[in-house]
Each structure stands twice: as C-alpha cells, then as structure tokens.
C-alpha cells in the first residue's frame, strides 16, 4: 500500500530553520500536486505551501518569503524548507498528495503529521 512518510519535525528557536521531508512508499504510477498543511491547537488546517507535478507553487501569505516548498518526482518526495521561524508556526505540519496508483486510480493521501514547535 501507498504511505507517506514524514521526517524533519522538531523544537527550534525562533529565527531558526527546519526542513521537512514526505516520501511516498510503495508503488505509485505517478503524483500529481503535493502540499503541505498546518493546524495548531484550537485552530483549522490550513493550506501553508502546494507544488504541482510541473513546479508550480503556492503559499499562504503569512509564510511567504519564509518558507519553500520543493518537490523530487525521482524520489517521490516532497519538501519543506522552512526560515525563521516563528512562534506562531508551531503547529503539526501534514503533508498530502494527489496520487495515481498503478491501477491508475487517484486518490488523496495524508502523512501523519510531524510536530514542529518554535519557541520564543
């Protein structure tokens, strides 16, 4: 079965930088768009960076100029490479991606999540 895989997460100061990481394990035909999203306590998931299968990309307003988002479709991976962080950033980040199986179905799929914290 399909699985993404998340790495990267953790406790920085604020400033500092973190780079996430979420491979897809298993057999997949091919990835259309990949993303990243974000919910901190008491709040929504929210949209924070989305990349499509030509590079293309997008980026909620309070993290751009901070964050890039980055894809390799050799390795079925996609990236978030995150600078100075802030305090509010704390959140559990989950990656997703649209994915072809190789029964050539599409379907949604979530990472886990991975806790990142930022503290002052």
């Known amino acids: 079965q399909v699985q993404l895989v998340e790495s990267g997460g953790g406790l920085v100061q604020a400033g500092g930088s973190l780079r996430l990481s979420c491979a897809a394990s298993?057999?997949?035909?091919?990835?259309?768009?990949m993303g990243w999203y974000r919910q901190a306590p008491g709040k929504r998931r929210e949209l924070v960076a989305a990349?499509?299968?030509?590079?293309?990309?997008n980026y909620a307003e309070s993290v751009k100029g901070r964050f890039t988002i980055s894809r390799d479709n050799a390795k079925n991976t996609v990236y978030l490479q995150m600078n100075s962080l802030k305090p509010e950033d704390t959140a559990v980040y989950y990656c997703?991606?649209?994915?072809?199986?190789?029964?050539?179905?599409?379907?949604?799929?979530w990472g886990q999540g991975t806790q990142v914290t930022v503290s002052s």
């Open positions: 997703s991606a649209d994915i072809i199986t190789v029964e050539r179905y599409q379907y949604t799929y």
């Open positions: 298993g057999i997949v035909f091919s990835i259309n768009a």
């Open positions: 990349i499509t299968s030509g590079g293309s990309t």
